[in-house]
């Protein structure tokens, strides 16, 4: 059966709550997109430290300039992965490197359409994961990125096998339906 | 590393349509590369201090900002200029435009007749958007002259909403050229008005 995504708020709605001031709606803002911006900024700059500067500089400019943004224009997600891609790219210039089009470690050999296309899948997939909640979210990146069987998750988790089926089989359906509207 | 058995995550006791569902997400996940673990306590810390430094305004910046109010008067207002008050008993009003310390405020100052007798003026302050205070901190209303701030008006604090407070001054308006709410004496900016009167 599909699982009813939680009625969280929306990305544009807490960035229009962020263009008025509202500090609360920036501290959700940023914990569900401070790890896809952060990825996003340690693929393109390849270093950790420059991705920090990068993902604070995004977050700074998303303070200064959320009233800046139009929902009737895009949506809060796309608005907010523009200004991420922007500050990366400030920061990559800085160092007076070839930055804008720095390959994604998924597609080396793609085309800079088919690069910016991933770039914006995986921006996607990140932020899709950031709005699980952790117990599906977890058994979710265990399965996919760390090699661990289901087994070996319940294992290290310390919860029985069928948690782990449950919550697996739980989150991907809340992906479904957070992931619908994307394209593969 | 090996990649997971959809069949394995999934079981096998879903319809076809659900099962088709979960494959296209399955899919997408394979195509993604990992997020990081997890966000460096640094990150989170920097971010939390965004927005929360206080702005400093050096005595250069505030005396920019009373020129731009002066130049906005001459342009928009003229001098003298007596505004529409609703039919109520006060002569003029003048609005106060919010400054970078407080860029959601706003306000509006009602001047009253001049009492004869004493010679002071009746005010009427209306404000909303300021945050509120705490500590027995407060706000100023001031008149300032030529960026400086020369004649306090009367302190207050906010609430929710709009707050409306009464004073009264004994100043000759004409000689200024903007009021002003600070937070604190002497403080920066927080609403200003591009004329007096």
């Known amino acids: 059966m599909p699982v009813a995504v939680a009625t969280a708020e929306t990305d544009g709605r807490l960035i229009e709550r962020v263009g008025r001031g509202d500090r609360d709606a920036f501290d959700q803002l940023y914990k569900r997109f401070a790890r896809p911006v952060l990825a996003m900024a340690v693929r393109q700059l390849g270093d950790n430290g420059r991705a920090e500067d990068a993902a604070q500089e995004t977050f700074a400019a998303v303070w200064r300039s959320a009233r800046s943004y139009k929902a009737e224009r895009g949506s809060g997600s796309a608005w907010l992965y523009a200004v991420a891609r922007h500050a990366i790219i400030d920061r990559a210039r800085q160092r007076r490197e070839q930055a804008a089009e720095i390959p994604e470690e998924a597609s080396a050999d793609a085309t800079p359409a088919e690069r910016a296309e991933q770039s914006w899948l995986t921006w996607r997939v990140h932020s899709a994961l950031e709005q699980l909640p952790e117990r599906e979210r977890v058994v979710i990146e265990l399965a996919y990125w760390s090699g661990l069987s289901q087994t070996e998750i319940a294992s290290y988790l310390d919860v029985p096998l069928g948690t782990v089926k449950t919550r697996t089989r739980t989150g991907l359906a809340r992906l479904a339906g957070l992931l619908e509207e994307v394209r593969e | 590393m090996t990649d997971p058995d959809f069949r394995d995550l999934v079981g096998g006791d879903l319809p076809p349509e659900e099962i088709a569902r979960l494959e296209r997400v399955d899919r997408l996940l394979r195509a993604t590369p990992a997020p990081p673990a997890q966000v460096p306590a640094s990150l989170t810390d920097a971010v939390a201090r965004i927005g929360t430094e206080r702005r ?29 008050t609703g039919g109520s008993h006060y002569r003029f009003a003048v609005p106060l435009e919010a400054t970078a310390s407080a860029p959601q ?65 004994s100043y000759r308006l004409k000689n200024y050229d903007a009021w002003v709410v600070s937070r604190h004496e002497g403080g920066a900016p927080w609403l200003l008005s591009a004329r007096v009167s």
């Open chain 2, 56 to 84: 400093v305004w050096t005595p250069r910046r505030v005396a920019f900002a009373f020129a731009v109010a002066a130049v906005l008067a001459a342009v928009f207002f003229g001098v003298g200029r007596w505004t529409d």
């Open chain 2, 105 to 169: 405020a706003s306000g509006e100052i009602k001047v009253g007749d001049r009492d004869p007798k004493s010679g002071n003026w009746e005010l009427q302050l209306n404000v909303a958007g300021l945050p509120k205070l705490s500590g027995g901190d407060y706000y100023v209303l001031w008149l300032a002259k030529n960026g400086k701030y020369a004649g306090t008006c009367g302190t207050f604090n906010v609430g929710s909403g709009t707050t409306t407070v009464d004073m009264t001054v």
